[in-house]
């Protein structure tokens, strides 16, 4: 069974940077795509980024984060990281890590297998 732990949320005043790690155990990573979705109260998951394993570890980003926030992926360490830069109040939410197969994974939830437990990132104005 695949697992997610999700780390380094937490308080930061806009402009400023965090980066979120999500460590993955129970599967071969090299077969997983990965995302990151975040989550406000009563709303749906929304997507925000989106890595394959491939040779160029192709990568997909929601408009709103495009040029601010950066996906990648260590595969010596099972990890894939989420590089959050000019964070803004609006960004403050639940980020959640999802993993799926490699090929699958797409911009909606329904693509993902397995979740994280999320954690959360405020952005204080």
């Known amino acids: 069974q695949v697992q997610l732990v999700e780390s380094g949320g937490g308080l930061v005043q806009a402009g400023g940077s965090l980066r979120l790690s999500c460590s993955v155990s129970?599967?071969?990573?090299?077969?997983?795509?990965m995302g990151w979705f975040l989550q406000a109260p009563g709303k749906e998951r929304e997507f925000v980024a989106r890595?394959?394993?491939?040779?160029?570890?192709?990568?997909d980003y929601a408009n709103s984060v495009k040029g601010r926030f950066t996906i990648s992926r260590d595969n010596t360490k099972n990890t894939v990281y989420l590089h959050m830069n000019s964070l803004k109040p609006e960004d403050t939410d639940v980020y959640y890590c999802?993993?799926?197969?490699?090929?699958?994974?797409?911009?909606?939830?329904?693509?993902?297998?397995?979740w994280g437990q999320g954690t959360q990132v405020t952005v204080s104005s």
């Open positions: 999802a993993a799926g197969t490699n090929l699958r994974v797409g911009l909606t939830p329904l693509r993902y297998d397995y």
């Open positions: 129970g599967g071969t990573f090299s077969s997983l795509g």
């Open positions: 890595i394959r394993w491939s040779i160029d570890s192709t990568t």
